[in-house]
């Protein structure tokens, strides 16, 4: 078997794993930690240059009060769902329809169509940045919630389909032509006898969108420019002060723009079932 | 219900033709079974008449009507396949009742069918199980139900029972042959089971590299096989096959003798068969009989012991073997010699090529 199983290693690869392994966990969340007692520490510790050390005083309620007074938070956080929704929405539903298409029917130019799927995702999105920005300009969504949906919808649609299609040619192919030769029409087997075999491919597609369109930074930079279509990544800049960085303040703000794409994976976390096709077939 | 024809049908893949030119007339209300060796085409021809398959060419006729350009809703058939593909998120009884349902069927007599179709199959307790809750029997059952609900007009089966193991195999194939019986519905269905096919049909088409060998009543097949393929694949254990030469052909019999000694005769009609023709001697295991001035002599090579049945493999000459069935309280030592006759009726004779000269009929 492979990997190995650690309990069936020598004894002193044993215990470098078990010093290891709380290290490497530390070294992964410090950022995190950092943020964190950021987010609550006051002015005065930023400014003695006290990043690290046991907080001077402790301004919890007073930080993330600020960032919902003295910012539009709650503007952006809006802005944020707007863009993100739409785009988890349109993205999955395109992507289950074209992966069920790629997968399910053999068509001429079916294995070409998937590698420009596949091919799309290797396209480095910086050098989209002028052209993109042209294109939404020219058709009047530059500056626009609809401009950055349209785009990311299209762009998260070609790793989608990937996914789908390749979660839909692993479900046994018997149960499209039991339904074929049932008299099901084909909207109908997509949408009654796949769809429902979808549900932990479409529940993890959809958090890591979520999660993708959500901590986009770079887009929102380049396409929008006004507080009104502003989501929350890109608006945090807003915290610093004009001439004062207010670290705290941001820290708080970053804590706060995290929390739905967490909430999204817990609300999807029940949908992520193994096994769903259990007794379909023999197996 | 309805009759299944097929004339001149034929499917390429590529280049290459895995279904060469098969007629078959298939009655309404006949159990057929398609039978041959993996990879023979009998799937495929199956899958054609579904409408999963397209066809290269020839016609597939159900109920007199072409039906080569229909999809498989237009059809009016139900399959039953070897991985029981049920639906995984329904349970029994929305599986069954799926098609109906999306056929817009008026809901008590749907729930009439279903009820029917369970109480054929009994499956009246499983109804609200999920398929991931039945055993490997019991989908297969709900396979079939699935079928039944639908009053197709012919049900094809693709190797049903292969996923079963033995004991259950046996039980569900006395189940099959009781819904023909009590359906009276045209049944297709494939199998690679030489025994599933003797059991259960009416009539066997046995297959061989896309081509249909032969067309017949299970006893037809056995007694009269028009080749030496069909001769090997019907009948366990498999008929043997000795080589000789016609030695004199008169009066309706034909003495043969072997190449590796001995002689034996064959029953058969007016036969263009000449002294000095090289032909091969079919003999099934069941007619070879023990006898001390029997013809077929060899030395015993393996006994397999099956309690009321014992088989002896003999071999004959450096190269040549043979199989004899015998009753179970016989006994021989390893390297035994000893000596069998068959009866004159049992054997069979087919040229070089392979095709029947002559059949010892019973």
Known sequence: MFPRPIAKARPAVRVAYKASLPVALLVWLLPLVAVALTSIRGAGDLARGNYWGWPGEFDLVQNYRAVFVTSPIGLFILNSFRITVPVVAASVALACMAGYALAVYRFRANSWLFFLFVGGNFVPFQILMVPVRDLTLRLGLYDTTLGLILFHSAFQTGFCTLFMRNFISSLPHELIEAARVEGVGEWSIFLRVVMPLMRPAIAALSVLIFTFVWNDYFWALVLIQGNHAMPVTAGLNALNGEWVSAWNLVSAGAIVAAMPPVAMFFLMQKHFIAGLTLGATKG | ?362
């Open chain 2, 1 to 362: 219900m309805a009759a299944v024809s097929l004339r001149g049908l034929k499917k390429n893949f590529g280049a290459v033709s895995v279904i060469k030119d098969v007629d078959l007339e298939i009655g309404d209300g006949e159990f057929v079974v398609l039978v041959g060796p993996s990879g023979c085409g009998k799937s495929t021809i199956l899958r054609m008449v579904a409408g999963l398959e397209a066809i290269s060419g020839g016609e597939v006729r159900i109920g007199g009507e072409v039906v080569n350009d229909m999809s498989p809703k237009e059809r009016n058939i139900a399959m039953v396949f070897q991985s029981y593909a049920l639906y995984p998120h329904m349970t029994v009884r929305e599986n069954m009742g799926f098609s109906l349902r999306l056929a817009r069927a008026p809901r008590a007599e749907a729930a009439a069918k279903i009820k029917r179709a369970a109480d054929i199959l009994g499956l009246g307790e499983l109804l609200e199980r999920k398929p991931r809750e039945l055993s490997g029997g019991q989908r297969q059952r709900v396979a079939m139900g699935r079928a039944i609900v639908r009053d197709p007009a012919a049900f094809l089966f693709d190797e049903p029972l292969s996923n079963l193991d033995a004991a259950l195999r046996v039980q569900m194939r006395v189940e099959l042959a009781e819904l023909h019986n009590r359906l009276g519905s045209t049944m297709i269905y494939v199998t690679h089971d030489q025994v599933e096919a003797m059991t259960l049909a009416q009539k066997i088409a046995v297959f061989n590299q896309g081509r249909l060998e032969q067309f017949a009543t299970p006893a037809d097949l056995y007694n009269r096989p028009r080749n030496l393929f069909v001769a090997r694949f019907i009948g366990s254990p498999q008929m043997n096959v000795l080589q000789g030469r016609v030695k004199a052909a008169r009066d309706g019999r034909v003495a043969v003798s072997l190449a590796h000694g001995g002689e034996i005769a064959v029953e058969s009609g007016p036969l263009p068969l000449a002294p000095g023709q090289p032909v091969q001697v079919g003999i099934r295991p069941e007619a070879l009989a023990p006898a001390d001035e029997g013809a077929l002599v060899g030395s015993v090579r393996l006994v397999e012991y099956l309690g009321g049945l014992t088989m002896v493999h003999v071999a004959h000459g450096a190269e040549e073997s043979f199989v004899v069935q015998l009753p179970g309280d016989f006994r021989a030592g390893l390297g035994d010699t000893v000596r069998f006759d068959a009866a004159a009726s049992g054997v069979h004779l087919f040229d070089a090529g392979g095709l029947l000269v002559a059949a010892g009929t019973r």
